[in-house]
Each structure stands twice: as C-alpha cells, then as structure tokens.
C-alpha cells in the first residue's frame, strides 16, 4: 500500500520571508483557518521567538479550532554550549502551545565550521539535545536539515550523522531542505533514495519502513522547486513542505498549489479530498488578495491563463474533444477554460466566445468569418479583445443587429486647472440622449476621466437611478507604436465591477480622452444592457 502523501504549508512562515509579502496575524489566523479547511495536514504558523507578530499569532490560533491540521511553530536548535532549557528561542516554541514543533538544524559543514564556527560534535549535540528536549515536553517534532543537499554532497557521512542525531532525540519526521534551491530533479531523486538506505542500514530497518517519515522541502532558484518535490516524493518522500503561491525568499519556495495537483490527478497519490481540491484555484486567490499581491495568470492550474485557448485550431480542436489541447479537466482544480478573442482568431472562437456572452449567433444573416475579419482589422489598429470582453460582447450585438444602445453622447467638454502647487482639479459637462431626450450635467473629479465618469453617472442616474453598485476599478493606459506607419495611439482599458460581475472594455485613439470616452461609454453600455 502506497503511504499517504502529507502536506505542511509554510506560506505563513517561509512564504512571508518573500519580498512583498506581509500578513498581519489576524491575516495569518484567516490563511490557517482556510488550510484547514482544505484538508492540510500541517500549517507552519511562525516562527515564535524572532517577532512578536508571531506569538500574536499563536496566541490568535490558541483560541482557534482546527479540524485538520496540526499547527506547528518553527525554530532553531538551541544555541552553542548551553542546555536547551536556557534556550529563549526553544521556550518562546514551547510557548506557543503546538501540538508540533519544526526544528531545523545545521548539515553543512561551510556552516558549522565555517559561519558558526562550532565543532562538527557539538552540531551533533545541539541537534540532539533539542530535539530530545522538545519531546521530554510533549511535542511532535520535525526535524528540518537545513542546507542537505549541499551539505551531503560535500561530506554524505556526517549529513547522515545529523539526520541521525535528530532520529536518536526522537524525530517522528526529518525533512530533507533544498535551502538554496540549487540541486537539480534527478540529483534530489538519487540523494533521497541513498539517505533511505543509509538510515535504514544504520538503524536496521527497511529502507520502506524507516522509524521516521521523510519529507521535501525545496526552494526555486533554478526554477524547479516543484519538479524537486515531486522526483522526491518518486524516490519516497511522504511529506511535501511549499507555500502557497510558491510565495517565499529570493524565488519562492515550493508552489503547492501545483504540487497537490500533480500528486492527486497526475501521479494517484490522493493527498487532498477531491471537493477541496477543487477549491485549489479559490485558495490561490484569496492567499494572493490577502497578501496583496496580483495573482500571476499563466500559473500552473490556478491561473486564468492555464486553460486559455488563442489559436483558432486549438479552439476549434478543445470544442470537438478538450483533450487535444488540455491535459485534465480545469473544473478538478476550480478553474474553467477561457477563449480568447484575438487576431489569432478563427470562427470557432467567435462562436464559443459568444456562446458563452448568451449571443445568439442563429437567424440574423450572421457571418462569423467577417466578425474575424473585422477584429483582426481592429487589433491592426490597436484592439486587445482577449482582454476586453465588454466590448468584444457588445462589438458582435453591433454586428449582428442586436445592439441598442441605452444612451448616445451628444458632446462632452472637459477642463482641467492647474492652481500653483494645488493639486490638478477637472470639471466635466456632458450632453447625452437616452430614448430621445436630452440631459445635460457637470460634475468634477480628481482628474478628467474620473470627471467625465462623474459626470455621464449623473446624466444617467435620472433614467437608471440603481448605477451606485457599479464602479470602475483599474484603468490602464498603453502607448501603442505606430503600426504601418500611423501615429502613435493610446489603448485605454477600463476594468468595472458591481456586486456579481467583472467585466473589461476597451477604447483606442489617438486622443486619450476620446480613447478613455469610448472604454468607458462600453462599460455604461454593458453594465446597463445587462440589466435591460
Ligand atoms: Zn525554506
């Protein structure tokens, strides 16, 4: 029987060593609670004795229930030449009131000797002594050889020796770290199968039936951080240490959002119940909104871009069989495929695509070749549809004579005022007809879209007064070269949302202004189709 797979996150402990990366311990409470939920096994909370936001959180995670996960507090052994009971870092773990402890010890000689500046024995000993010591008081202990891989390949003896010193104090797990990310997938594989079989012949077990479980913790720097942890878990690793995201120093840590994935559907080693599997793409959202970080879209799995089809043939191929241009199911991990309209487009995106916006293609004399046609002259000129669904939606109402337009622009003018160093002021009045009346208002803002946004919201309001839900959230500006020599022109992309949908719309000019006018009269457009 193949053993179970364990999980241990330390988004919350190596994640936040990543650039950029913060979590309050309130926010910290909230990410632990949601991989519990999820089915993890164990979730590194902090690392109690080198910040005070750390034991804010245990003490948070004190009162907290988990259902799943045993929490674990991280630190070191104790330092040189004292007993573990004098340690501050050992007692500010036990403090934090664990059922787990992760304990990491030195396996490198250039570390030992040379940084510390210890003797080989007593590394040996502050191992030993640490480990012991936390289980004397009851804890679980992991033991993490920090530096293994390094240190093995210089002196395999004595890195074996470290292990067992933390096996003979009582280690239930040792986990075997990649801290510098520099070992490559088959040098993991090799190294973990011969750590195997040294401990088993130095402990008289099989190398299949250690007295210990071993785990993988890998770092990114060459780019195969997940590749690591999976040759390890091939050569039998049945504990799996990453973050979430991969977020962690330098580049990242281990990413588990495509770990779990890969061990579930790829390589039969379920490790996480199918429904919370398919909360994976959810998981990675709200880890990456709490850290305040933008999701990154071609991330394996999660990513809105990971089952994205361009290509015409790819389009047309998934829609007779996804197998051709997929390599599993999205749904499995909470994602959804996406066809992207683009100048690489052929009919069968248009199709699926307005499919999917509920236009009816049918009955209105409808040629989606020349809707191809048309985008492709568009993106001659600037257009990006793949990332403005707004306009794409109401560009083939147009085409297809489906369209109505809920208001018309009669004119706009817009003013913007420089007073000595006061900031910009700009005002805006606008005039529009809807169903043939005119309305004209003015309003201001803090520079001249935001103006004009005010101003075409108030010429609205009379006509459709329930506009407040819907507000614009990003906008973007692009300088396009000039293509076949024309000027230069300006993409604007406005991105809008109310309380059940984000959509993005698109205007390209050679005035920013008008530029912004027609991304945002798009995105007044759809909103207000929507609600007709
Ligand atoms: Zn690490």
Not at 209 to 222: A, E, F, Q, T, V
Not at 438 to 454: F, M, Q
Not at 525 to 531: F, T
Request: hydrophobic share 40%; net charge negative; aromatic share 8%.
């Amino acid at each position: 029987m193949k053993s179970p797979i364990l999980l241990y996150d330390t988004t919350l402990r190596d994640g936040t060593q990543g650039e950029n990366i913060n979590f309050s311990a309130d926010e910290k409470l909230e990410i632990a609670l949601k991989l519990d939920e999820m089915g993890f096994h164990y979730i590194e909370g902090g690392w109690p004795g080198s910040n005070p936001r750390d034991m804010a959180f245990f003490k948070l995670a004190q009162r907290a229930t988990f259902k799943n996960a045993t929490l674990t507090a991280f630190g070191a052994t104790r330092r040189p030449g004292i007993k573990p009971q004098e340690d501050s870092n050992i007692k500010a773990l036990l403090e934090s009131q664990t059922a787990a402890v992760t304990i990491f010890g030195k396996t490198w000689d250039l570390h030992v000797r040379g940084i510390m500046g210890i003797t080989p024995e007593e590394n040996l000993a502050m191992i030993y002594d640490s480990v012991a010591y936390l289980k004397q008081n009851g804890r679980e202990t992991l033991y993490d050889a920090e530096h293994f891989f390094d240190g093995y390949n210089d002196n395999p003896g004595y890195a074996l020796e470290t292990l067992l010193a933390a096996l003979e104090g009582g280690a239930e797990t040792i986990v075997l770290c990649d801290t510098n990310g520099g070992t490559l997938p088959f040098r993991i594989e090799e190294v973990m199968r011969e750590v195997q079989s040294g401990l088993a012949e130095k402990t008289g077990t099989a190398p299949d039936n250690l007295p210990c479980r071993i785990g993988i913790h890998c770092h990114n720097d060459c780019g195969v951080a997940v590749a690591n942890s999976i040759s390890a878990v091939h050569a039998g690793a049945t504990m799996v240490q990453g973050t979430i995201n991969g977020y962690g120093e330098r580049c990242g840590n281990a990413d588990l959002t495509a770990i779990i994935p890969v061990l579930c559907l790829k390589m039969d080693l379920p490790c996480m119940h199918t429904d919370n599997l398919a909360g994976m793409k959810k998981l990675s959202r709200f880890v990456s909104e709490t850290a305040n970080m933008i999701p990154v879209s071609s991330r394996p799995f999660v990513g809105e871009s990971a089952f994205a089809h361009k290509g015409g043939i790819h389009v047309s191929a998934v829609m007779k069989d996804s197998r051709g241009y997929e390599h599993m199911n999205p749904k499995l991990v909470g994602n959804r495929r996406r066809v992207l309209v683009s100048d690489l487009s052929g009919k069968s995106n248009i199709e699926y695509k307005a499919r999917e916006l509920g236009i009816d293609l049918n009955g209105n004399g409808f040629d989606s070749q020349k809707i191809v046609t048309r985008i492709k002259s568009m993106e001659q000129e600037g257009y990006e549809f793949d990332v403005a669904d707004g306009s794409f939606k109401i560009l083939v109402e147009k085409f297809t004579n489906q369209f109505k337009s809920v208001f018309d622009l009669e004119s706009f003018r817009i003013t913007v005022e420089k007073d000595k160093d006061k900031p910009c002021t700009a005002h805006a009045t606008i005039k529009i007809a809807v169903d043939g009346q005119d309305e004209i208002t003015a309003a201001e803002g803090a520079g001249p879209v935001s103006a004009l946004d005010n101003a075409l919201r108030k010429a609205l309001d009379k006509f459709y007064p329930n506009l407040d839900a819907m507000r614009l959230v990003d906008f973007k500006v692009r300088v396009i070269d000039g293509r076949a020599g024309t000027a230069a022109k300006v993409r604007v992309l406005i991105e809008s949302r109310d309380q059940d949908d984000v959509w993005s719309t698109i205007g390209v000019s050679e005035d920013i202004m008008e530029a912004s006018w027609m991304a945002l009269a798009d995105s007044f457009q759809y909103k207000l189709s929507k609600q007709a």
